[in-house]
T-cell receptor, first 112, second 112 residues
Framework: SQTIHQWPATLVQPVGSPLSLECTVEGTSNPNLYWYRQAAGRGLQLLFY??????ISSEVPQNLSASRPQDRQFILSSKKLLLSDSGFYLCAWLSSDNNEQFFGPGTRLTVL | GENVEQHPSTLSVQEGDSAVIKCTYS??????FPWYKQELGKGPQLIIDIRSNVGEKKDQRIAVTLNKTAKHFSLHITETQPEDSAVYFC???????????FGIGTKLQVIP
């Protein structure tokens, strides 16, 4: 069966510090991978998606970046965090069988 | 562009009553309409979905209806229970690179 992991689960970082969030998927190959951000009390905002290794599409302009160094690894990064980067970050993969998206457990990021 | 309106944003019902959440979308080419449930501090999970070749689908206490002509679809939860309390997201496939567009979410509170 397929599983998706995210770490860390929670993170508190000062403004201006770097960021690296990791997502890995097991049990599937060549998945479409997604990074979402969920601000407090708000919906899911798609940040990046990737259809393969090294292929990244950005949905919104921001100071975040994403990379996909391996088939089942998706990384969200920032060189300098802003207060507005605080939120709940979710990684997801898409089943090509039925278009269902499977979400990871999320990372709660607080920028102080 | 892709857009989906979801309402209400919050909904309180007495245990045992029904809850209805509605969404309206803009892309007439959409064929897949999932609903996700997000419990506090967790990633969203698919609870039911419907494809454009049917108008209604039911799974125990949960049902979804789709009106492609009017471009809206609804989630119906009957005999609500406290464990139904969560945030519910509608979504639809926005085509292209297998992207799914989410509504802003509805916070459902079932009062015992």
């Amino acid at each position: 069966s397929q599983t998706i992991h995210q770490w860390p689960a929670t993170l508190v970082q000062p403004v201006g510090s770097p960021l690296s969030l990791e997502c890995t998927v097991e049990g599937t190959s060549n998945p479409n991978l997604y990074w979402y951000r969920q601000a407090a009390g708000r919906g899911l905002q798609l940040l990046f998606y990737s259809v393969g290794i090294g292929q990244i599409s950005s949905e919104v302009p921001q100071n975040l970046s994403a990379s996909r160094p391996q088939d089942r690894q998706f990384i969200l990064s920032s060189k300098k965090l802003l207060l507005s980067d605080s939120g709940f970050y979710l990684c997801a993969w898409l089943s090509s069988d039925n278009n269902e998206q499977f979400f990871g457990p999320g990372t709660r990021l607080t920028v102080l | 562009g892709e857009n989906v309106e979801q309402h209400p944003s919050t909904l309180s019902v007495q245990e045992g009553d029904s809850a209805v959440i509605k969404c309206t979308y803009s892309d007439s080419a959409s064929n897949y309409f999932p609903w996700y449930k997000q419990e506090l501090g967790k990633g969203p999970q698919l609870i039911i979905d419907i494809r454009s070749n049917v108008g209604e689908k039911k799974d125990q206490r949960i049902a979804v209806t789709l009106n492609k002509t009017a471009k809206h679809f609804s989630l119906h939860i009957t005999e609500t229970q406290p464990e139904d309390s969560a945030v519910y997201f509608c979504a639809y496939d926005s085509g292209g690179y297998q992207k799914v567009t989410f509504g802003i979410g509805t916070k459902l509170q079932v009062i015992p």
